[in-house]
């Protein structure tokens, strides 16, 4: 079974950095969309950065593009949020998921994909203003 753990969020200023893991087990690193979504309470959940496992393809929403970078080390099996320049609104409960995806799945489907299969517990950022 799939099986994700994040962790690394706290508290940073802003225009600080941060970096996010998630630990996966249980995935084939195959054919997989591997994505961070975050979320505040009241609102929608906001896709933010997304992966395809099988060509390392890339997505990341507008409001993240230039100061948040994805990236995943396979030896390890975990997949990484690196964000600079962070800004007040960026603070949010982070959670990574991962769905099995056919060939061809492309990042930009996984950025925004809504039926999750699986998902971390979350991991809280706050950045002060």
């Known amino acids: 079974q799939v099986q994700l753990a994040e962790s690394g969020g706290g508290s940073v200023q802003a225009g600080g950095s941060l970096r996010l893991s998630c630990a996966t087990s249980?995935?084939?690193?195959?054919?997989?969309?591997l994505h961070w979504f975050r979320q505040v309470p009241g609102k929608e959940r906001e896709g933010v950065a997304a992966?395809?496992?099988?060509?390392?393809?890339?997505s990341y929403a507008d409001f993240v593009k230039g100061r948040f970078t994805i990236s995943k080390d396979n030896a390890k099996n975990i997949l990484y949020l690196q964000m600079h320049s962070l800004k007040h609104e960026d603070t949010a409960m982070y959670y990574c998921?991962?769905?099995?995806?056919?060939?061809?799945?492309?990042?930009?489907?996984?950025?925004?994909?809504?039926?999750?299969?699986?998902w971390g517990q979350g991991n809280q950022v706050t950045v002060s203003s």
């Open positions: 249980g995935y084939t690193g195959i054919t997989d969309c």
């Open positions: 998921a991962a769905n099995l995806t056919p060939d061809g799945y492309s990042a930009g489907s996984c950025l925004i994909i809504t039926d999750t299969g699986y």
């Open positions: 992966w395809i496992d099988t060509n390392g393809s890339t």
